[in-house]
């Protein structure tokens, strides 16, 4: 099942959250004044909460997996409590998946958490965290696609710098891993991350999958924000919408036809949100085809940055690739449209 039609078959089950989520729009605008809150570097040896905030994993043996790769990097994996319960596509009651969460940012023991998946279910559980206990104890959390509601949650309500990244069941590659290590172990200032990965060029072999297409020149600086493009579209006019007041947008998404990523584009662009920010970053759309009478997604990106009068450029290797980079949400960083160099301007972790 795609994650659109997560979100559509969630959003009847999810409506009895909405009083809490009215009480909580109150204080919508807090995070405008909250400090940054920057985690502490990954280290080997370190225990790594593994969370399903989202959908489950298909079966044990794949939860055992994750937990597996997450130690191969010399982590110590501390399962959830609830990480292999299964509520058809949810990975568990909202109030288990979200007493997980909790219960990873305040053991002392875990210093850092990663989710097992994405798929849907992230959003349900926002009204349900505690945000006092995650505010006093920063911890990176690691994770994509739905995990984008986490990220911009824990970003608004408590200034908490989260890394939109592999997930415990992503499929790592040499440049996925080089990209983990650089950005959430090995992190220092003036770093680059998103780069297409080294392509052995000659007669007869050029670049064709990873293109940087630049369709608004110029350079921008601003603190990156952004994610998954239907998560960020969904969580518009909520307490936990993302700000882009003079930041980094990055967008990416997976099985959306351009129709689709018009439409959401569209929306941001209409509520005048995308006309705050400082610069605009395409990630991978993948699996984006269409046919029939339809107009193509590089029309429909150029379209909504023609738009605006802000850097903008596409093929970033941020979102449902393989060859994934690391984006923490909330640092500083610099965009040149034109070559698609994407720099960290200060460490990324503590």
Same mark, same amino acid.
């Given at each position: 099942?795609?994650?659109?039609?997560?979100?559509?078959?969630?959003?009847?089950?999810?409506?009895?959250?909405?009083?809490?989520?009215?009480?909580?729009?109150?204080?919508?605008?807090?995070?405008?004044?909250?400090?940054?809150?920057?985690?502490?570097?990954?280290?080997?040896?370190?225990?790594?909460?593994?969370?399903?905030?989202?959908?489950?994993?298909?079966?044990?043996?794949?939860?055992?997996?994750?937990?597996?790769?997450?130690?191969?990097?010399?982590?110590?994996?501390?399962?959830?409590?609830?990480?292999?319960?299964?509520?058809?596509?949810?990975?568990?009651?909202?109030?288990?998946?979200?007493?997980?969460?909790?219960?990873?940012?305040?053991?002392?023991?875990?210093?850092?958490?990663?989710?097992?998946?994405?798929?849907?279910?992230?959003?349900?559980?926002?009204?349900?965290?505690?945000?006092?206990?995650?505010?006093?104890?920063?911890?990176?959390?690691?994770?994509?696609?739905?995990?984008?509601?986490?990220?911009?949650?824990?970003?608004?309500?408590?200034?908490?710098?989260?890394?939109?990244?592999?997930?415990?069941?992503?499929?790592?590659?040499?440049?996925?891993?080089?990209?983990?290590?650089?950005?959430?172990?090995?992190?220092?200032?003036?770093?680059? &991350? +998103?780069?297409?990965?080294? *392509? !052995? %060029? =000659?007669? #007869? @072999?050029?670049?064709?999958?990873?293109?940087?297409?630049?369709?608004?020149?110029?350079?921008?600086?601003?603190?990156?924000?952004?994610?998954?493009?239907?998560?960020?579209?969904?969580?518009?006019?909520?307490?936990?919408?993302?700000?882009?007041?003079?930041?980094?947008?990055?967008?990416?998404?997976?099985?959306?036809?351009?129709?689709?990523?018009?439409?959401?584009?569209?929306?941001?662009?209409?509520?005048?949100?995308?006309?705050?920010?400082?610069?605009?970053?395409?990630?991978?759309?993948?699996?984006?085809?269409?046919?029939?009478?339809?107009?193509?997604?590089?029309?429909?990106?150029?379209?909504?940055?023609?738009?605006?009068?802000?850097?903008?450029?596409?093929?970033?290797?941020?979102?449902?690739?393989?060859?994934?980079?690391?984006?923490? &949400? +909330?640092?500083?960083?610099? *965009? !040149? %449209? =034109?070559? #698609? @160099?994407?720099?960290?301007?200060?460490?990324?972790?503590?």
């Amino acid at each position: 099942m795609e994650r659109r039609e997560f979100v559509q078959a969630g959003l009847g089950a999810a409506a009895g959250i909405g009083a809490v989520a009215g009480d909580a729009m109150a204080q919508a605008g807090e995070s405008a004044s909250l400090p940054l809150l920057k985690p502490e570097r990954l280290r080997p040896g370190m225990t790594i909460g593994v969370v399903a905030p989202s959908s489950p994993a298909d079966e044990d043996e794949s939860v055992r997996y994750g937990l597996d790769l997450v130690e191969s990097f010399g982590f110590k994996a501390k399962p959830g409590e609830n990480l292999f319960e299964r509520t058809q596509y949810l990975a568990g009651p909202d109030a288990a998946r979200a007493a997980d969460l909790n219960a990873m940012f305040a053991d002392p023991d875990v210093g850092a958490i990663m989710a097992l998946a994405g798929g849907y279910g992230a959003m349900r559980i926002l009204p349900h965290l505690d945000y006092d206990i995650i505010r006093a104890n920063p911890k990176a959390l690691i994770g994509y696609s739905d995990i984008t509601a986490l990220h911009c949650a824990l970003h608004r309500k408590c200034g908490l710098i989260t890394y939109h990244g592999q997930t415990a069941l992503s499929r790592f590659t040499s440049y996925s891993i080089g990209e983990f290590q650089k950005v959430l172990m090995q992190p220092r200032a003036n770093l680059r &991350i +998103g780069a297409p990965p080294p *392509f !052995d %060029a =000659g007669p #007869g @072999r050029v670049e064709r999958e990873n293109r940087i297409t630049t369709f608004h020149p110029g350079v921008a600086r601003g603190r990156l924000t952004g994610g998954n493009l239907t998560l960020v579209s969904c969580l518009m006019g909520t307490p936990y919408e993302p700000d882009f007041t003079n930041r980094l947008v990055f967008l990416e998404d997976v099985h959306e036809k351009p129709y689709r990523v018009d439409r959401m584009l569209t929306q941001l662009l209409l509520s005048g949100k995308l006309a705050k920010a400082a610069g605009l970053i395409f990630g991978k759309f993948t699996d984006a085809e269409d046919t029939g009478n339809t107009f193509s997604l590089e029309h429909v990106l150029r379209d909504a940055a023609s738009r605006l009068a802000i850097p903008c450029a596409r093929g970033l290797m941020i979102g449902h690739v393989a060859d994934q980079t690391v984006v923490p &949400i +909330g640092v500083e960083a610099e *965009f !040149d %449209a =034109g070559s #698609g @160099r994407l720099t960290l301007l200060e460490s990324p972790m503590l």
